[in-house]
């Protein structure tokens, strides 16, 4: 059958051997009046980047490096929705090639405790209107451990390590984009309740403990719930809650 299915996603794909980040590519693409479903794909990137300014380092050719241009109706305060959307789209195309990958809060993807994709997503918005929405994915396909420098082995894992098989970038990327358009179009026409309960089940963390690191301060708790805008909801020692728009997850558990 046809490799890409979707109706919008990737009816644009701008394809480059090397790059430096297909994020700063589709937003200045975007930026340049790109429509939505426009997509940037690299076999490499020199400069890739991760949430807080991290570095998102990947080993050449072996990894799907993939940036959709989104041109939501949602009001700038409705992007954290739109993280979730993202996750349990990637967190499905992971499932569907034999991944038993989770989500941990708010859009890092990890199997077996170890990080096997990441998502930025990159918003261009003034206080009425989102102008563009740039999602950027990356996910570890056919790297193997030896692939990985030393300090990245316990932390990081790849599909092929996970299921034992190297797989297709294009498949993925077309698989990735058909579940990214499928879960975009329940969003549109559902709003966000239906991506918050597939998002609770594909949850990694809700109910475990967790450590949750800001600029300024740490917190141990139990991470309880997702609520109806995205926030992820820690249960305190001291009996109380704490809600977070934004932060990073640490599983306590293990
Ligand atoms: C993270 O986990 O910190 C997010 C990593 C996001 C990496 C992807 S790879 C494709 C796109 N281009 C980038 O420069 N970053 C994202």
Redesign the pocket.
Known sequence: GPLLTTRELGWAIHHHAVIG????EAVSLARDGAAHGEVVIADR?TA????RG?V?ASPPRVNL???AILRPKLPPQRAPELVAVVAVAAAETLRDLGVSAGIKWPN?LEAEGRKIA???LDLSADAGRIHFVVA???INLNATRDDLPEELRGIATSVRQEVGAIVSRAEVAASLLAHLETWLDRFEEEGFAPVRSRYRELSSILGHPVRLTEPDRTLDGIAEEIDEAGALIVRLPDGGTERFLSGDVTSLRK
Request: charged residues 25%; without cysteine.
């Open positions: 980040s297909t994020n700063d990137q890739g980047r991760g949430r991290r998102w490096h993939l940036s890092d990441g998502i930025l950027g994915i990356g």
